[in-house]
């Protein structure tokens, strides 16, 4: 799964902590959402989106495979 | 509070059995509690020196957390039946059981370190192909440990099946034993367990050690 979480937070000039301190996880977590190396819960999706002021599949983009 | 709450509990705990341990003079038991312990809390006391807060405990922890937890019970399990088998039949008259239990939580808490950092640390630091490897290493590590108990069983079972169907005599009449095959099959097992502990350590340090930003 890819991730525009990266591009996002430099949008709204927010850091890794911030954001991470915004939708209540760990700085690591939002580091490997932006890896693409973790597949968040629906709530912290919805959250991340919230957060970021937009939507899900907008942030997060499913590969085919 | 409610987490400040439970990381006192934790360490309270800790304490109470280390100095349960150090009382019974299982010095090495209470030693690796105290470093485990710390290891396993390090991230909440680095957060607490440097933002007097801790950190959250996340979905993504829960989730490493419980199958770390999981990993630990299930190799306790494991290794609690296989030290029944020679209690059991007496190949051991008189067991330490401070020493046995001590040894058996001790293996059960670095199982479950282990697979917290590597649920944590080492899987998100690898890549595809990295963890492939590590799998294959796991794997080797896995097999040769087993052909090597396996064939421990089998190196007794074999010689007594025949001095029990062809008399006690029987090897000395055949002249060699079994023992060429079971020493070269504890030879190659103990060979390909040693690569594969290597490997299996080679690739968690690099996972462990590989920046995230």
């Known amino acids: ?65 | 509070m409610k987490r400040m709450r439970l990381l006192w509990a934790v360490f309270i705990t800790a304490l109470v059995v280390t100095i349960i341990l150090i009382s019974i003079r299982a010095y090495y038991v209470a030693i690796a509690l105290v470093v485990g312990t710390l290891i396993i809390e390090h991230r909440e006391l680095w957060s607490l020196i440097r933002k007097r807060k801790l950190p959250p405990i996340d979905e993504r922890v829960r989730e490493n957390t419980s199958k770390a937890i999981r990993n630990g019970f299930i190799f306790f399990a494991i290794a609690s039946a296989f030290l029944m088998l020679p209690f059991s039949v007496k190949i051991i008259e008189t067991p330490d059981v401070v020493h046995v239990l001590g040894g058996l939580f001790l293996s059960g808490g670095t199982v479950y370190l282990l697979s917290y950092l590597f649920y944590d640390r080492v899987e998100p630091g690898l890549n595809e192909r990295s963890l492939r490897v590590l799998k294959t290493f796991l794997l080797v590590a896995g097999i040769s440990f087993a052909a090597g108990i396996i064939s421990v069983f089998l190196h007794n079972a074999i010689y007594g099946l025949f001095i029990h169907f062809f008399g006690a005599d029987f090897w000395d009449r055949v002249g060699v034993a079994d023992e060429p095959v079971f020493f070269f099959i504890a030879l190659l097992s103990v060979l390909t367990f040693a690569v594969g502990i290597i490997g299996i350590l080679v690739m968690f340090i690099k996972g462990l050690f590989t920046k995230s930003s």
Not at chain 1, 24 to 31: H, K, Q, S
Request: proline share 2%; no cysteine.
């Open chain 1, 1 to 65: 799964m890819k991730t525009r979480i990266k591009e996002y937070r430099a949008k709204y000039n927010l850091t890794q902590e911030k954001l991470a301190e915004m939708v209540g996880v760990r700085r690591e977590t939002i580091v490997f959402l932006e890896q693409g190396k973790y597949n968040p819960s629906l709530r912290l999706a919805h959250n991340i989106a919230r957060v970021l002021k937009t939507t899900i599949d907008e942030i997060f983009i499913l590969d085919d495979d």
